[in-house]
T-cell receptor, first 115, second 115 residues
Framework: GDSVTQMEGPVTLSEEAFLTINCTYT??????LFWYVQYPGEGLQLLLKATKADDKGSNKGFEATYRKETTSFHLEKGSVQVSDSAVYFCALSDSRGAGSYQLTFGKGTKLSVIP | DTGVSQNPRHKITKRGQNVTFRCDPISEHNRLYWYRQTLGQGPEFLTY????????KSRLLSDRFSAERPKGSFSTLEIQRTEQGDSAMYLC?????????????FGPGTRLTVL
């Protein structure tokens, strides 16, 4: 079945540091890929997405590129801020045919940014 | 924009009792999903509806779990004879399926504690 493996945390960075959170996936179809973020005390929010190979999703300074050859969708940000402290989830859904489009999530990576 | 709402936000119950959670999706969304999230894990898919039809329920955790969406609007998730292992966050999400676009919007979740 489909699965997502992401870098284990927690990750602690100083403000303005470069962020990479690794994510790889296994899927039988042609998945869409997502990064969701969960800020403390809040619900899951979609951060960015990519629906086909070589697409780059971007939002709020975060980027991730859909790499079919390496089955990866790593999240990057050039300069993190304290307000980026949250738990980040990589996820996929099968976007072909009449499927359920259910999301399969990784375990999440907790990011803490210190001033 | 009212977003996805879930009630109650917190539920504490004793083992063996039945509990019911409600989800109100974004009004024009025809798909509704239920997920469960345990501590330190990503959300795990349980079931989904397209309008009032429950199209996937094999991932419900046991026959103690059931879900309904009687008029294609709000949905309920019921757990009968709760067990301590049912303690988790129960998340609802909705989406408006248009082609390959499956952006799911999540509610804040219902946190269940079984004593």
């Amino acid at each position: 079945g489909d699965s997502v493996t992401q870098m284990e945390g927690p990750v602690t960075l100083s403000e303005e540091a470069f962020l990479t959170i690794n994510c790889t996936y296994t899927a039988t179809g042609y998945p869409s890929l997502f990064w969701y973020v969960q800020y403390p005390g809040e619900g899951l929010q979609l951060l960015l997405k990519a629906t086909k190979a070589d697409d780059k999703g971007s939002n709020k300074g975060f980027e991730a590129t859909y790499r079919k050859e390496t089955t990866s969708f790593h999240l990057e940000k050039g300069s993190v801020q304290v307000s980026d402290s949250a738990v980040y989830f990589c996820a996929l859904s099968d976007s072909r045919g009449a499927g359920s489009y259910q999301l399969t999530f990784g375990k999440g990576t907790k990011l803490s940014v210190i001033p | 924009d009212t977003g996805v709402s879930q009630n109650p936000r917190h539920k504490i119950t004793k083992r063996g009792q039945n509990v019911t959670f409600r989800c109100d999706p974004i009004s024009e969304h025809n798909r509704l999903y239920w997920y469960r999230q345990t501590l330190g894990q990503g959300p795990e898919f349980l079931t989904y509806f397209q309008n009032e039809a429950q199209l996937e329920k094999s991932r419900l955790l046991s026959d103690r779990f059931s879900a309904e969406r009687p008029k294609g609007s709000f949905s309920t998730l019921e757990i009968q004879r709760t067990e301590q292992g049912d303690s988790a966050m129960y998340l609802c999400a909705s989406s408006k399926l248009m082609g390959d676009n499956n952006e799911q919007f999540f509610g804040p979740g219902t946190r269940l504690t079984v004593l």
